[in-house]
């Protein structure tokens, strides 16, 4: 899975959001060409010589999410509050966590859980010896996505740097809990059917 730098105001590089590429974004205050106060600034894409347009912090043009592609190996059960996550990520970073909780709820059920309490769940996989790291993104998640619905401590109402590090999170997750096992299970059972007899009476000593 390629890392993927969403557009971000005033970043030197990052994806551009309308080619796709990652690559160097030279900036423009448009305030200074024209002389009067737009508060508009243009970033071109040094790949596709492309220009994405931002007024006070926030990505106009192209309205395109700026949100990372789900990941190959996503459910089917959650991709759709994934893209629509996604397509409100500029207009309610609030409204695309909310939509993240919901999709990480429905992965607790892909993963064998029973994605009522997410937080017994969370405990449940690290009984069964999850990696720390996915135990950390889970909560992570798990924490910012009950304050977009329940605000406490935390306010992601305007963040949408937070919020679109969200996506990321949940692709790590399936790269980590779905696609590993899977390419090392179809792996292992390629391997001489001697090998694995033998792999097996090892293990039953």
Not at 7 to 21: D, E, H, R
Not at 38 to 58: D, P, R
Not at 113 to 131: A, F, P, T, W, Y
Request: aromatic share 8%.
């Amino acid at each position: 899975m390629s890392l993927y730098h969403p557009p971000s105001f005033n970043k030197n590089s990052f994806n551009c959001s309308v080619c796709g590429v990652y690559a160097k974004q030279e900036w423009v205050n448009r305030d200074k060409a024209f002389g009067y106060h737009l508060y508009l600034q243009v970033a071109q894409c040094s790949h596709c010589a492309k220009y994405s347009y931002w007024h006070e912090k926030n990505l106009i043009y192209p309205d395109k999410s700026v949100a990372p592609l789900p990941h190959e190996d996503m459910p089917d059960s959650i991709i759709d509050d994934y893209q629509e996550a996604a397509s409100i990520l500029s207009r309610s970073p609030r409204g695309s966590a909310a939509l993240l909780r919901l999709a990480l709820q429905k992965l607790m059920v892909e993963l064998g859980e029973h994605g009522k309490d997410i937080n017994r769940d969370i405990g449940s996989l690290v009984s069964k010896g999850l990696n720390p790291l996915v135990q950390k993104s889970l909560d992570i998640l798990r924490v910012i996505g009950n304050e977009s619905v329940h605000p406490g401590t935390m306010n992601i109402k305007d963040n949408q740097e937070v919020a679109t590090s969200l996506f990321g999170i949940i692709n790590l997750i399936v790269q980590e809990q779905i696609t590993n096992p899977k390419m090392i299970e179809s792996i292992y059972a390629s391997l001489p059917a001697g090998k694995l007899d033998g792999i097996t009476q090892r293990d039953s000593r």
